[in-house]
Every structure is written in structure tokens, then in C-alpha cells.
């Protein structure tokens, strides 16, 4: 997944190089993919490139209301994390809108290692209810907000 840039102050793509191919991709900070690849012409000796955007499809097997998530007695349960940010970020990719959910965790960051898991639906941040905020407000939170971050989410269970 490269480095931890999911949640970052800019829109600006960002590119790391890439393997053989000349192809470069990393996160945007709005959580989409951004590839930039060289253009071959065969006509000239030089090579131009333009950056590709694309969205990656939700990690979600079907859409959620935050209602279904509160109901009492439903298939979901509720986990806290403690995750403190180091210097590239808090290694995971918020997504959605009413409610946000983990749309992917770096393996070795911070989020991982305080057990966030995709598709875990965010709840609240450092004890502010975020269940009816898009995930570009609940990005800004985690940016403005402490180097630590106590988030509770709700994880559907497993019968």
C-alpha cells in the first residue's frame, strides 16, 4: 500500500515510483488511487505523461444506515482503538458517507497494529459522534484533531 498518506491536509496527487513499466501510483489524499504512466510514441523520441484518477470500488458487500447500526440487539458490535499518528499518518483510508467506514489499513501502520480492519464502520472520534458526517469531514477531524486518536467503531459479527 505504500507509504501512509490516506489522510493528508492536500488534494494534491502524490506519486512514489513504481516497477518496471515506468508505472508510478500512490494514494491521493482523498483516498483515490493516482497513477501517472509514460505514453510511448513510436513517431517521437520523447514521452509525455498526464495523471489518471480513479476511485477504488467500496470494500462494503452492501450499503449500511447508520439506524442499522444503532439498532439494539443487531449483527454488529462495538470496539474502541487507541491509534497514536507517527510522522507519515495513521495508516488507514476512511470512506462513505452516513456512516464512514475503513476502506483499507495499512498493514504494518498504526491502525493495524491498534486492530482497525476494513469494513468497520467509523462511530466516533476522541468521543465526538461522526455516524451522520462524510468521510472528507470525518478526514478533517483526524487531521486538525491530536496525534491520538481514540475512534470507536461497530464490526458486524460474524453469524
Known amino acids: ?9 492536500s488534494k494534491e496527487a502524490k506519486e512514489v515510483a513504481g516497477g518496471p513499466g ?10 483515490s488511487i493516482c497513477s501517472r504512466r509514460s505514453v510511448d510514441s ?43 499518528g507517527d510522522a507519515v499518518g495513521w495508516g488507514f483510508v476512511v470512506r462513505g458517507n452516513r456512516p464512514c467506514h475503513i476502506q483499507a489499513v495499512e498493514p504494518c ?15 466516533s472520534l476522541n ?14 477531524l483526524i487531521l486538525t484533531g491530536p496525534r491520538t486518536v481514540v475512534m470507536e467503531v461497530m464490526e458486524e459479527t460474524d453469524h
Do not use: W
Request: aromatic share 6%; with cysteine.
Open 109 to 123: 501502520g498504526p491502525a493495524a497494529t491498534a486492530g482497525v480492519k476494513v469494513c468497520q464502520f467509523v462511530v
Open 1 to 9: 500500500m505504500g507509504p501512509r498518506t490516506a489522510v493528508a491536509p
Open 42 to 84: 513510436s513517431n517521437s523520441s520523447s514521452s509525455s505523461s498526464s495523471p489518471v484518477l480513479y476511485n477504488p470500488k467500496s470494500v462494503l458487500k452492501r450499503p449500511v444506515s447508520t439506524e442499522e447500526l444503532q439498532r439494539p440487539g443487531g449483527p454488529y458490535i462495538k470496539k474502541t482503538f487507541t491509534i497514536v
Open 127 to 140: 468521543r465526538l459522534s461522526v455516524l451522520n458526517l462524510d468521510y472528507r469531514t470525518v478526514s478533517h
Open 22 to 31: 515506468g508505472a508510478r501510483m500512490r494514494s491521493c489524499s482523498d483516498g
